[in-house]
């Protein structure tokens, strides 16, 4: 039996009973679950912990929350954008920014967000991500093709970007994700990048939302994807990153403080209806966290000047099987909103020209 399921040895199935008559008085063998079952217990447990030591600090963290855009001076790896908005002046035209959000596997849906706004030649100026939106935002801002994009989606297996071990600090190697992104773009800094972007992390130490900027891609997409408690945290200057979801799943406001005139944002948290069938504890689990997600959320989604909220459905988040739905329900969530993104800049251009008269 693997060392995953090893974690929860002696955990009963619901489904045992007692036996009486001749079984009575002896002592019951308890059934095991699989040992993939206990991982993604496992794996619900330590999100729904953290979910709930997110909700009771919610208060003290929207007035202590320290947003790193322009504030802070960067250094190295654990660097924030002093200056993003000065690479992106232009007179003619509004800044768009778009924000991928974070939702595990579910955010293959933001490839499909970027195949309308690339057919459509929208512009993109610069993208914030969080979690598995910092590893779509790299491979964007790289220049790779859309085509190339969504074959890297459908092709991508769990064991591509997971590894499971064991140690005090985690049960998955996060070395893997940065593997992952250097394969497809190379050892890039961010200023190789063809697009700017901003990666957001979370000191865990002091619940500080860290936007990253500079120094190597791949290393700042580990640590924005770094869950924590299941894989060991980035230590970057006296710092310890997690994922960047664990204070802002959509980071509407970085974008904000960087510059941007009109926001785009892709929350692909779970949508949150009483048609969901809960028929055994693991399901409540992922409701429980996929209501919270939705909650935590709701302020950042209610400043985005265009909400895309692709519907994927139940996609558990480290679920590369349906990858080509989650793309399609991208694609077709963006294309609902295209009338709302070019009236707002059409009315942008128009007060850019105003204001430059």
């Not at 979690?131 to 790299?138: E, F, K, R």
């Not at 093709?145 to 071990?165: C, G, P």
């Not at 510059?259 to 944002?265: F, K, L, S």
């Not at 909400?307 to 969530?333: H, S, T, Y």
Request: include cysteine; charged fraction near 20%.
């Amino acid at each position: 039996e693997s060392t995953i399921g090893n974690l929860f040895r002696g955990l009963p199935r619901t489904d045992v009973h007692k036996r009486s008559g001749r079984h009575r008085g002896v002592t019951r063998k308890l059934a095991l679950i699989s040992p993939a079952s206990r991982f993604v217990l496992l794996l619900l447990l330590v999100g729904l912990s953290l979910a709930c030591a997110h909700n009771q600090a919610i208060d003290k963290q929207a007035k202590d929350l320290v947003l790193t855009s322009r504030e802070q001076v960067s250094s190295a790896l654990l660097a924030v954008q002093p200056a993003l908005s000065a690479e992106l002046d232009n007179p003619e035209r509004p800044r768009i920014a778009l924000v991928l959000g974070s939702g595990g596997t579910r955010g293959i849906a933001h490839i499909g967000v970027l195949r309308v706004l690339r057919r459509e030649h929208i512009p993109i100026d610069f993208v914030v991500g969080s979690s598995v939106g910092s590893i779509v935002g790299a491979l964007f801002c790289s220049g790779i093709s859309q085509e190339n994009l969504e074959q890297i989606a459908v092709t991508s297996k769990r064991r591509d970007i997971f590894r499971y071990v064991i140690s005090k600090n985690g049960v998955i190697d996060g070395a893997r994700v940065e593997a992952f992104i250097n394969r497809h773009i190379g050892q890039r800094s961010f200023d190789e990048l063809k697009i700017p972007l901003a990666v957001v992390t979370t000191d865990i130490r002091t619940g500080e939302e860290i936007v990253i900027a500079h120094g190597d891609v791949a290393r700042a997409v580990r640590a924005s994807c770094t869950f924590p408690g299941l894989m060991a945290p980035m230590k970057a200057n006296g710092r310890m990153l997690v994922d960047g979801g664990v204070v802002d799943k959509l980071p509407v406001t970085v974008a904000n403080n960087l510059g941007a005139d009109i926001v785009i944002a892709v929350d692909v948290t779970a949508n949150t209806t009483n048609h969901v069938k809960l028929t055994n504890m693991v399901e409540v689990l992922v409701q429980t966290l996929n209501v919270m997600a939705r909650q935590m959320t709701r302020g950042q989604a209610e400043l985005a000047d265009v909400l895309i909220r692709p519907q994927v459905g139940q996609q558990w988040m480290l679920d590369f099987k349906n990858a080509q739905k989650c793309i399609d329900a991208g694609a077709e969530a963006t294309t609902a909103v295209l009338p709302r993104i070019r009236a707002l800049l059409s009315q942008a251009n128009r007060q850019k020209k105003q204001i430059a008269q």
